[in-house]
């Protein structure tokens, strides 16, 4: 998908040294990347791409070719094959032709990552993992708090048990070996938002990701 465009626009990319960084934000459902990601645009001017929020666009749009399996991937808690999402976000980086990303939410599983490095490992600079740790008693509160208005089909106690599973035995080791590259930041996310924030900014000012 989208081969046309992107081959065009990495080429110029390419041309004027515009390779694309990313961080990667990775926790478990109701961590709080989402939020973290909000103050980060707000302060570092870095564009949030959730891929969450991707497929359930995708899912949205009319006649779309995947809406029927993102709806029932997202419903099981279950990972969407990593053709669809990282088409998604190799079209959103190309499209803003801005120069830092927070990819949030992905790679979440060995599909995604293995998809990833095929398509894209070579067209960005990976700067870093921010990764929210926050045990899954709290991480179900904010969840279930969420769900009263979010109107998301996952924000229930049902979808939230197998979101917990997939993220216990698919993602964590995703982190791991991110982890055993050294290029994984833990930060404590059981804090409140403001304080949790507060070492995300030094660590983004300290240029966390700079190589
Ligand atoms: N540090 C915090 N303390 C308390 N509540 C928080 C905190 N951070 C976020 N929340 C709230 O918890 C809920 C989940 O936060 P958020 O959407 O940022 O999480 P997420 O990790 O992006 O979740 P998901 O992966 O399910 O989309 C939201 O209602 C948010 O307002
Ligand atoms: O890379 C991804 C990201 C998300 N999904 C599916 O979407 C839901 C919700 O994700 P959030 O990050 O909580 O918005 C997730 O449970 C998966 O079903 C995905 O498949 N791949």
């Known amino acids: 998908m989208f081969t046309g ?115 894209m490992a070579d067209k960005v600079n990976l700067q870093f993992v921010l990764f929210f740790d926050c045990p899954l008693e709290i991480c179900t509160a904010r969840i279930l708090k969420r769900g009263a208005t979010s109107g998301r089909v996952d924000d229930n106690i049902e979808s939230l048990k197998k979101r917990f599973n997939t993220y216990s035995t698919e993602t964590k080791p995703i982190i791991e070996h991110y982890a055993k590259q050294n290029l994984v930041k833990t930060i404590d996310a059981t804090r409140p938002a403001e304080e949790v924030y507060k070492e995300v900014e030094s660590l983004f000012r300290k240029g966390a990701g700079d190589k």
């Open 5 to 119: 465009i992107s081959m065009f626009t990495t080429a110029v990319r390419q041309a004027f040294k515009m390779t694309p960084n990313v961080v990667f934000v990775l926790g478990g459902p109701g961590a709080g990347k989402g939020t973290q990601c909000q103050k980060i645009v707000e302060h570092f001017g870095y564009v949030h791409l959730s891929a969450g929020d991707l497929l359930r666009e995708e899912r949205n749009k009319p006649g779309s070719q995947y809406g029927e399996l993102i709806e029932t991937y997202i419903k099981e808690g279950k990972i969407v094959p990593v053709e669809i999402t990282c088409s998604l976000l190799e079209r959103a980086i190309e499209e803003s032709g801005k120069k830092n990303f927070l990819v949030d939410g992905f790679p979440r599983n060995q599909n995604n990552l293995d998809g990833w490095n095929k398509v």
